[in-house]
């Protein structure tokens, strides 16, 4: 029912900024968290950032905290994914996805729609 794809990715250098967006089509995911997660060469997919419904709630993977911003834009039914002071650790392909519910949690498993990723490489 939801489409979700990504962009803003690209090549950055290592302190550089990206501004990841993940728009929404289909049907609106206001009443729902959003989540993103991102999948490095050789790794699993992680959980890196996420937001409740109406933005009231984040919360961080500890490597990012300080650096990466969620946020959200309901009317546009978008979710955006601000990456400051980029390392080259932060090297993965970024993916969005609709939580099941309204609240945030770091569990893939009650994220029910995902979109195809973009990719954000850092170089040193």
């Known amino acids: 029912q939801v489409q979700l794809v990504e962009s803003g990715g690209g090549l950055v250098q290592a302190g550089g900024s990206l501004r990841l967006s993940c728009a929404a089509s289909?049907?609106?995911?206001?009443?729902?968290?959003m989540g993103w997660f991102r999948q490095a060469p050789g790794k699993e997919r992680e959980f890196v950032s996420g937001?409740?419904?109406?933005?009231?709630?984040?919360v961080y993977v500890d490597s990012v905290k300080g650096r990466f911003t969620i946020s959200r834009d309901n009317a546009k039914n978008t979710v955006y994914l601000q990456i400051d002071s980029l390392k080259p650790e932060d090297t993965a392909i970024y993916y969005c996805?609709?939580?099941?519910?309204?609240?945030?949690?770091?569990?893939?498993?009650?994220?029910?729609?995902w979109g195809h990723g973009t990719q954000v490489t850092v170089s040193s």
């Open positions: 937001i409740n419904w109406n933005g009231g709630m984040t």
């Open positions: 996805a609709v939580s099941s519910v309204m609240g945030v949690l770091p569990r893939p498993d009650i994220y029910n729609y």
């Open positions: 289909g049907r609106t995911v206001s009443n729902y968290g």
